[in-house]
């Protein structure tokens, strides 16, 4: 029997994934490339992101900074958005199978937590408040420690 968390519930299995999913590490030339990128002056700044996106578009980290670095709610959502699909696909690649822990703690799965939040925050710019609840809930059920401020997307 499952023992119960600090709010009195016990986390149902339904599913025979991973109890916890940690992703893998992106590769050392992506991470040096974004923290480039995000070095830039600001007028230059974006684009850098940009590139390093177009290099290696499955990088999370660079999508959730895309996303945070947009011109627009809209461009925004639309980045969060790619960020948080690859997210899922690199989740289910690495084992995780609709279910299971996400955490924070784990510095691989902050580029996904980023977009997932990323996305919550844009959805509820755009005035698409059901997804935005939406996501905030996936975010604690994927992290229960979850806190907003952990991005800075607004709350």
């Not at 992506?30 to 590139?51: S, T, W």
């Not at 059920?141 to 991005?151: K, M, N, V, Y």
């Amino acid at each position: 029997m499952p023992t119960p968390g600090p709010d009195g519930t016990a986390a149902v299995r339904l599913t025979s994934g991973l109890p916890e999913t940690v992703l893998p590490e992106e590769p050392d030339a992506v991470r040096a490339a974004l923290a480039d990128a995000l070095a830039q002056p600001g007028e230059r700044r974006r684009h850098a992101v940009a590139d390093v996106v177009r290099a290696d578009p499955r990088s999370l980290a660079a999508w959730a900074a895309l996303g945070a670095l947009a011109r627009d709610d809209v461009e925004a959502y639309a980045c969060f958005r790619v960020g948080y699909h690859r997210g899922l696909d690199a989740l289910r690649g690495a084992g995780w199978k609709g279910s299971g822990l996400v955490r924070w703690s784990h510095g691989p799965n902050r580029g996904f937590l980023r977009c997932l939040d990323g996305l919550r925050s844009a959805a509820g710019a755009i005035g698409e408040h059901a997804e935005e609840d939406r996501c905030a809930q996936f975010l604690r059920q994927l992290d229960p420690a979850w806190s907003p401020d952990w991005t800075g997307f607004p709350a």
